[in-house]
């Protein structure tokens, strides 16, 4: 409201992914916004737990190896 006010939502423009299939905290071609919304926040969270996971795979591999490294270098 302030924004409108002082004039400031003049100057706005379209971001970068307002064309991606998730703009605006939805799912773009469901009509029902509620559904949209539930929809997109299950698919944010899903990708944020596999993309987490994935991360966490790596880290304890990568850390695996090396402590499987050190060993290796203990028993010489």
């Known amino acids: 409201r302030v924004a409108a006010d002082q004039g400031i939502d003049e100057k706005v423009e379209e971001h970068g992914a ?10 773009g ?7 949209s919304g539930g ?3 299950v698919i ?3 990708a ?3 993309v987490g996971t994935g991360v966490f795979w ?4 990568r850390k ?3 402590g499987e490294a050190s ?4 028993n010489v």
Do not use: F, K, N, Q
Request: hydrophobic letters at 40%.
């Open 58 to 61: 790596v880290v304890r591999r």
């Open 39 to 41: 929809l997109a926040g």
């Open 18 to 27: 307002a064309d991606s299939p998730l703009a605006d905290y939805g799912v």
């Open 71 to 74: 060993r290796d270098h203990e």
């Open 48 to 50: 944020t737990v596999v």
């Open 44 to 46: 944010g969270v899903s």
């Open 29 to 35: 071609d469901i009509a029902d916004a509620r559904l």
């Open 64 to 66: 695996e190896e090396s």
